[in-house]
């Protein structure tokens, strides 16, 4: 079965500076990758995915992610971080077409404090 | 384009009790999907529905039950509820089953057993 590992539970970045979440996932094949965020008490919203192609791919809010399958990894990336993007970032992956499986499998997230 | 509803916002229930849960999937799509939250992480999947039948179920007993409307939307039921089914409920709802469709998420249900 697919599982999907955020190793960093908690970042504190400063306004401005750069940032970078890792996700690594364990699959045989390349999977569907996504990248969702969830601000408190509010639902999942999709930031970008990866389902083919060019592996450096580009989603809203200024994020990018790269999909690296030598390392299994699927990490989130933007150059200069807003007070807006504090929230709760997760990683997900669904095994590619496999009627009667669709399901994203998701990892524990990691929570992003932006400080001034 | 309406995206995903999910009624009611807030639900607090006794151990023992049933619940029912209800989704409304954004226009056009024909996939639902119900996953449940705990505090703190991931969510994780309790089952699909494509064209009102079960398509894929997770690792939840059969007291979670669901269903899916000829319109798409659909309900998750939990019977005999224990405090362990405290959790965020998400709903999300996608194009089509299969294929390179992302799953678009509802504001959720909490859902609080005492």
């Known amino acids: 079965a697919q599982s999907v590992t955020q190793p960093d539970i908690h970042i504190t970045v400063s306004e401005g500076a750069s940032l970078e979440l890792r996700c690594n996932y364990s699959?045989?094949?390349?999977?569907?990758l996504f990248w969702y965020v969830q601000s408190p008490g509010q639902g999942l919203q999709l930031l970008l995915k990866y389902f083919s192609g060019d592996t450096l791919v580009q989603g809203i809010k200024g994020f990018e992610a790269e999909f690296k399958r030598s390392q299994s990894s699927f990490n989130l990336r933007k150059p200069s971080v807003h007070w807006s993007d504090a929230a709760e970032y997760f990683c997900a992956v669904r095994v590619t077409p496999n009627f009667g499986n669709e399901k994203l499998t998701f990892g524990t997230g990691t929570r992003l404090t932006i400080i001034p | 384009e309406t995206g995903v509803t999910q009624s009611p916002t807030h639900l607090i229930k006794t151990r023992g009790q049933q619940v029912t849960l209800r989704c409304s999937s954004q226009s056009g799509h024909n996939t639902v999907s119900w996953y449940q939250q705990a505090l703190g992480q991931g969510p994780q999947f309790i089952f699909q529905?494509?064209?009102?039948?079960?398509?894929g179920r997770g690792n939840f007993p059969p007291r979670f039950s669901g269903l899916q409307f000829p319109n798409y939307s659909s309900e998750l039921n939990v019977n005999a509820l224990e405090l362990d089914d405290s959790a965020l409920y998400l709903c999300?709802?996608?194009?089509?089953?299969?294929?390179?469709?992302?799953?678009?998420f509802g504001p959720g249900t909490r859902l609080t057993v005492t």
């Open positions: 699959y045989g094949a390349t999977p569907y």
């Open positions: 529905y494509y064209r009102e039948e079960e398509n």
């Open positions: 999300a709802s996608s194009l089509n089953m299969a294929g390179p469709y992302e799953q678009y």
